[in-house]
Nanobody
């Protein structure tokens, strides 16, 4: 079993920055791909970013490319999402997710993830 806990959300002004953190526990963190998704009110969950187990491969959603950066610290069992140049349309609940299969890489679709955190809210004021 895997437990994921997000932190770092909160109100931020448009143009500002925020860093989200996801702490994992329950298994060998370094062997699994990780991802971030978000869901705005009334919208479907959207892919934000993903990172392979080694950290060597990353993917980004088109709407955040060039503004957000995903990284991981396997020693600390943490995955980070650095969000810069935030826009009002980035307002959402952000979720951390983990792949279920060992050595599974980064993935863009939510159906490829087996474990989810509870989410952290990021309201961006314009």
């Amino acid at each position: 079993q895997v437990q994921l806990v997000e932190s770092g959300g909160g109100l931020v002004q448009a143009g500002g920055s925020l860093r989200l953190s996801c702490a994992a526990s329950g298994r060998t963190f370094s062997s699994y791909g990780m991802g971030w998704f978000r869901q705005a009110p009334g919208k479907e969950r959207e892919f934000v970013a993903a990172i392979s187990w080694s950290g060597g491969i990353t993917f980004y959603g088109d709407s955040v490319k060039g503004r957000f950066t995903i990284s991981r610290d396997n020693a600390k069992k943490t995955v980070l999402l650095q969000m810069n140049s935030l826009k009002s349309e980035d307002t959402a609940v952000y979720y951390c997710a983990a792949r279920g299969s060992r050595w599974a890489g980064a993935a863009r679709t939510q159906y490829e993830y087996d474990y989810w955190g509870q989410g952290t809210q990021v309201p961006v004021s314009s």
